[in-house]
């Protein structure tokens, strides 16, 4: 006979010593392998008893708990729970997996605790090879949602639970049964519709829980499954910048990306969104960021100049540098001072006047940083020809600044 889940105190050689959670498949437990003595999680199936089931384990879920040992037990990867052993026993399934001292995502998000954006951000990083090791394996895995993905204690990302994925190749073939399967709210609108999945199926659905990280808010509202899963397919996302104003316009445009209703519009790879994150996560500690401060940005970006900087150092560049524009005739740079700073142009047009010699600075170009950074007076002064506009960089914040601005 099998034991009731609530009384369970071993299975297979396990035994039981805390119970850890509850999905919509299984109940997972802590339990200690005395063999190998290493503390691991059981996920046990649940009971579904449909019509004609009697209590005992339907063989049909049987299957369905046991493919997903072995799609589990296929996978190895840093971000992936290891999926240790599995076993049938009394009547019960389980599967063996390695422990996650931590949160699952849904945590945070019930309790209100959202995590600093640059964390948030980390997480979907490191979910995105998680999936794309999956994808380039030919799986889907269809239920990527916030409990569904944990961080432990020293802070890496482990993306679990397999009972929903499929084969790419059995999906094309039709082999698998043609059933709606997922979480509602997490759901792409081609899952939704019932209609054959890629891997821009989970990059959707990864979309929304980043959404969900950084606003503590489903990006669809609907009062009832249904009327979520009916945003989904025909509605729209509510805009991120309704909860976050000061959102960088980057990190929309890439929340934008991954939840594009059609799947051509999506990333097409894990791989591509998390290429997108990466200087966002490397460039500030917040993603939110002065709209002014974009439009510099924007101007920087058009100079010769910046073009090998990536997008996190224009944004350091602009930390240590402010704007100013002068009116023609107007002296930008005064001769003969010892000034802690240097220019450069961004519009107009500017003349370096010495002694001897004029010179025409055109936007790109840079003066007075030999003199700044050594603190030397300059020889030279520079005057403004046309209106300019010119950012001015303070020497010593740019000696402090990091490698990649040098
Ligand atoms: N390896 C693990 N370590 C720690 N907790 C886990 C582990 N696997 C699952 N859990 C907890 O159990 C819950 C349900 O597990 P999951 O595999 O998602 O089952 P289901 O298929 O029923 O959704 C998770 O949300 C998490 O809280
Ligand atoms: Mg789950």
Not at 73 to 99: F, K, M, R
Not at 223 to 243: A, L, N, R, S
Request: charged share 25%; proline share 3%.
């Amino acid at each position: 006979m099998s034991q009731p889940l609530d009384k369970i105190e071993n299975i297979g050689r396990y035994k039981i010593i805390s119970r850890l959670g509850e999905g919509g498949m299984g109940v997972v437990f802590k339990a200690v392998d005395p063999i190998i003595d290493r503390v691991v999680a059981i996920k046990v199936a649940k009971k579904f008893m449909g019509k004609g089931q009697t209590e005992s384990l339907a063989a049909v879920d049987k299957n369905r708990f046991l493919c997903e040992a072995r799609t589990a037990g296929s996978l190895v990867h840093p971000n992936i729970v290891l999926t240790y052993d599995a076993g049938i026993e009394n009547d019960q399934v389980y599967i063996a997996q390695e422990y996650v001292d931590g949160e699952t995502l849904a945590v945070n998000i019930r309790e209100g605790r959202l995590l600093p954006i640059k964390k948030s951000l980390e997480i979907i990083y490191n979910t995105c090879y998680a999936l794309d090791y999956i994808h380039q394996k030919g799986l889907v895995h269809r239920d990527i949602k916030p409990s569904n993905i944990m961080v432990n204690q020293l802070g890496q990302v482990k993306l679990m639970d397999f009972g929903l994925a499929g084969d790419l190749e059995a999906m094309l073939k039709g082999v698998e049964r043609k059933e709606i399967v997922g979480t509602v709210g997490y759901m792409s609108p081609e899952q939704a519709s019932g209609e054959m999945l890629d891997a821009r199926s989970d990059i959707f659905s990864l979309g929304l829980v980043l959404y969900e990280l950084l606003t503590g808010q489903k990006a669809f509202k609907g009062e009832t499954p249904y009327q979520m899963m009916y945003q989904i397919v025909y509605g729209d996302f509510t805009p991120i910048e309704t909860y976050l104003p000061d959102i960088l316009l980057n990190l929309k445009g890439i929340i934008q990306t991954c939840l594009c209703r059609e799947k051509e519009f999506r990333y097409p790879r894990a791989g591509d969104l998390a290429e997108d994150l990466l200087p966002i996560i490397r460039g500030s500690d917040s993603a939110v960021f002065d709209k002014r401060d974009q439009e510099k940005l924007e101007l920087l970006k058009r100079l010769d100049f910046f073009k090998h900087f990536q997008y996190s150092d224009l944004q350091e560049v602009l930390k240590i540098s402010t704007f100013h524009t002068y009116q023609r005739g107007e002296v930008i740079a005064e001769e003969a001072i010892v000034d802690n700073n240097f220019y450069l142009i961004v519009s107009g047009r500017a003349k370096v006047v010495t002694d001897s010699e004029e010179k025409n600075l055109i936007p790109g170009e840079v003066f007075g940083e030999s003199a700044a950074l050594t603190n030397m007076k300059r020889v030279s002064k520079v005057v403004a020809q046309t209106e300019t506009v010119a950012v001015v960089i303070n020497a010593s914040l740019f000696v402090n600044a990091s490698e990649p601005i040098h």
